[in-house]
């Protein structure tokens, strides 16, 4: 009996289980070595796979994502920010860390979606030219390289001229 | 021997009347429908609405979705094009092979209820599950995004009914969504 309650318990937890999600999890790899968990890490990558309520990570944000210096360039826009106005008129502004990742707890701010953003940096300012209209990882659509399905990554400088003299 | 000569004839006969029903059906025949125009003068400017409000990349711009929207502002169809329409940017307009695939994906999500709204003039587009949706009479992840009357509505309201509304779709749809905020900034 107990046998049989194990096993109708264990089915009914595999069942549970989102493979689609897991496997969206799986596909981001592992962490960047020396790169510990928190603020810093994976750059680049949709937040909200993980960040997104359905696990595995504990802190759920409602936007998030990385900003970059220059257009299609690694170097990581530090202290930008990033103005999101959702539908209603409700803005909110985050600001990049050394990673150039912004975050946006669920209990601080949940847009109505569409939303729109804007990211600037001293006198550099990019707004985007589309409207967001469900995802808040703005890596869901905003992968590296550009391509048919990618206007490529965030960034607030077009060209490295466009920097002002020493960089960001 | 008259049992296998039966057999014979029936399989003989058989063939015969499958060929001749066979040869009655022309071998371009079509099963067809009432659909909408679909040049790019007249469905061109639907697409261009749609892929302004519908194809965002996180949205209907994704061939994984039931109805895709292709277009300079999200999904592209050629594997050298990127979504932005401008040339300076390294983008470039959307194609008359877009504006096809988007058709094609629009007029084949529900073509019998299509043809039925085509053939009534367009004058029950609510029996359409994506006119539903983007009215909020159906569940819609994207939320209300047009209300009937608005130029959003009229834009699509007209094509089904055949005669696009042309000043309804551009510029008017395309401006929205409208932030109030960002939008004022940048004018």
């Known amino acids: 009996m107990r046998a049989l309650v194990a096993v109708l318990t264990a089915s009914l937890l595999v069942a549970c289980v989102d493979a689609t999600h897991q496997e969206e999890v799986q596909a981001l790899g592992g962490e960047t070595p020396g790169v510990p968990r928190g603020p810093l890490h994976r750059p680049g990558q949709p937040c909200l796979i993980c960040h997104g309520g359905l696990g595995p990570a504990s802190h759920e944000f409602s936007v998030a994502g990385t900003v970059y210096a220059v257009r299609s360039q690694s170097a990581p826009a530090t202290g930008a920010q990033v103005q999101i106005e959702d539908i209603n008129g409700s803005v909110l502004t985050a600001t990049t860390n050394a990673a150039g990742n912004f975050y946006v707890p669920v209990d601080t701010w949940q847009p109505t979606y569409p939303t729109q953003m804007q990211v600037s940096l001293g006198s550099l ?29 965030v960034y607030v400088a077009l060209s490295a001229s466009d920097l002002p003299e020493g960089g960001l | 021997m008259n049992r296998r000569w039966f057999f014979a004839g029936a399989v003989m006969a058989g063939s015969m009347v499958n060929a001749a029903s066979c040869s009655s059906v022309p071998s371009d025949a079509t099963i067809g429908i009432d659909a909408p125009p679909d040049s790019v003068t007249e469905f061109g400017p ?42 300076a940017l390294g983008g470039k307009a959307t194609t008359p092979e877009e504006y096809e ?41 994207g939320g209300v995004l047009i209300t009937p009357g608005d130029p959003q509505d009229i834009c699509i309201t007209s094509w089904l009914a055949g005669q696009t509304n042309v000043s309804a779709c551009t510029p008017n749809a395309i401006s929205y969504p409208q932030f109030p905020v960002l939008d004022a900034s940048t004018e």
């Open chain 2, 101 to 141: 695939a988007t058709y094609r994906s629009l007029v084949g999500l529900e073509p019998t209820v299509m043809s039925e709204v085509v053939s009534g003039h367009g004058q029950d587009p609510d029996l359409l599950t994506f006119v539903r949706k983007a009215r909020g009479l159906e569940a819609h992840k």
């Open chain 2, 46 to 87: 639907v697409g261009d609405y749609l892929d302004h409000r519908c194809g965002t990349l996180d949205c209907h711009g994704s061939s994984t979705r039931n109805l895709q929207i292709w277009g300079c502002e999200g999904m592209r169809l050629a594997s050298t094009d990127i979504p932005e329409c401008s040339r």
């Open chain 1, 125 to 153: 300012s990019q707004q985007m030219a589309t409207h967001a209209g469900r995802n808040g990882s703005c890596a869901g659509c905003h992968t590296s390289p550009q391509g048919p399905t990618s206007p490529g990554a």
